[in-house]
């Protein structure tokens, strides 16, 4: 839906709960009767057909026990609940004690006899819902900072990263600007010398007035002071920084908070063999922002796994010819889909039965009926969970760019899809000038700031549809699909330019540093890795004419 449809959204989603509320009262009116009916059968089945008729009970009695209270009937999925475990302790025993059988089928029938009238309404929820995304890719950040120096300074620094800073030296000035437009995120002095509330005091005020959090964090002189760390986590900070701040750090955690909520819509795959209650779970969860299929046949696992490559499996553990665990073991046999979560959703509340089904193959257990807040908010922490731990796996762990292999991978793709549309790709080197430089004067921590940094400036100064990966060391590589050579040269010119106004902290002074850059176009006689080689030699042109400058591949560079 529209992101800009506002209250429409949750009216739709209204009626929509409405509609399968009252396509599951539709089936209740068929499957109590029946149920009574097959209690009848009871009285004059043999030992063999009295178990048969007892599984049957049960699976049902299991089914509606986990959907009514979703649905609305909470008390009847309680009765259905507790007639559940009667089965089960008949099926054990097999008693043939006539008093208890009679019992039971009175209970049978008049569970088919009472009206059917939720006895609650469905209820929605923001919970779990992640922030809308901002198609641009800018940001707005605001920094509160006594000290103009220091503030003016991490201002042009977070421009030159692609973002639109704006600095305050007063409570009042940052309030005003706040009524005006609401910032991606804040950064504040903890101290904020000179005011009559300290900066904490104020972030912590700040939070509860804001209708949505925003991202904090915090600027102290006392980063390892508890009580300092302790205010900062209450008032909402989500990292703490030292003075003087290396921007580059600090720019580094706004873009992991950011990348929290503006990622792409976490994937969750459904199965369980009670289609309404699947649609009510499968439409509150796309409603909080997710992208859901169902899994009707458990056979189809391989393909929905494959092809739609879930985040995280919603499974019911009592299903018909292939159970919730044993799915779930199927799933885990391939090392690939080790790392999706799975949460089975029963009706079961015997926490040994819980416990049997976790031990086998699942992560969490949620008992039925689940609110719809509960339900979000657990299927949104795993999935937060599961995407940070693949593109920990999948990218370099300093500076979250796509690795080596996963680079090169990405120039044959994009060669390729230009070929196919005819679309110029270009291909680009860079490397960081006299890195060992920096390494030798500054130390191995600072030489991976500066890696850190360009990492941060590219990624924002690039597109979404680029690809860009650490090459190795100091050496980075991006492919630009759509993009000619020409056009590549000055979308790279102007980061270079950007990162040659970077300051860097070390030792208590401060330095810069310069990259170089080639970059190569796609066409009908280069493969990936002779384009690769291009870019490699135009960069090498660019470091033996001086550095600090960006080359292109001509084409007497390509036919030599």
Known sequence: MDKHEGSAVPQALQQHLQQLSQQFSERLRQELPHLAQLGGLLLEADDIERKRVLLELRHQLHRLAGSAGTFGFTQLGQQARELEQHAERWMERQSRQQQGLNDFISALQALGEQPINASASSETSESGRKPPRHEDGSRTIYILEGEAAIGESMRQTLNNFGYQAEH??????????????????????????????????????????????????????????????????????????????????????????????????????????????????????????????????????????????????????????????????????????LRIPIIYLSAETDISKQMNALIKAGDDF???????????????????????????????????????????????????????????????????????????????????NVIRALANLLRQRLRRIDSLGRYGGEEFLAVLPDCSPEQARLIVDEIRQRFAELRFIADGGEFSVTLSAGIAGTDVNSDAEQLRERADKALYAAKHGGRNQVQVATPEEHRG
């Open 168 to 337: 305050f030296n007063s409570i009042a000035g940052l309030d005003a600007a706040l009524q005006q437009q609401t910032p991606d995120a804040l950064i504040i002095d903890a101290k904020l010398p000179g005011e009559a509330s300290c900066g904490l005091h104020y972030a912590s005020q700040l939070r509860e007035r804001l209708e949505e959090p925003l991202p904090l964090l915090v600027l102290t002189d006392q980063q390892d002071d508890f009580a300092t760390q302790l205010q900062a986590v209450r008032a909402g900070a989500m990292g703490l920084f030292s003075k003087p701040v290396d921007i580059p750090q600090l720019e580094s955690r706004l873009e992991r908070c950011f990348s929290q909520q503006s990622g792409e819509p976490y994937r969750v795959l459904i199965a369980d063999d009670d289609q309404d209650l699947a649609s009510r779970y499968s439409l509150v969860l796309r409603d909080a922002g997710m992208l859901v299929e169902i899994l009707s046949e458990p056979a189809q696992i391989f393909a929905h796994l494959r092809d739609f490559n879930p985040e995280v499996v919603l499974l019911d553990v009592n299903m018909p010819d292939c159970s919730g665990p044993e799915l779930a073991q199927i799933i885990r046999c391939n090392d690939d889909w």
């Open 366 to 448: 949620i008992t039925k009926p689940i609110s719809d807040n509960a339900l979000v908010a657990t299927v949104f922490s795993r999935a937060q969970r599961a995407r940070l731990l693949s593109i920990a796996l999948a990218r370099d762990s300093l500076t979250g760019l796509l690795k080596h292999a996963d680079i090169k991978e990405q120039v044959a793709i994009e060669l390729e899809r230009s070929l196919r549309s005819g679309d110029r790709t270009s291909v680009v080197m860079l490397d960081i000038d006299h890195f060992k430089r920096v390494n030798d004067d500054h130390g191995h921590a600072a030489g991976d």
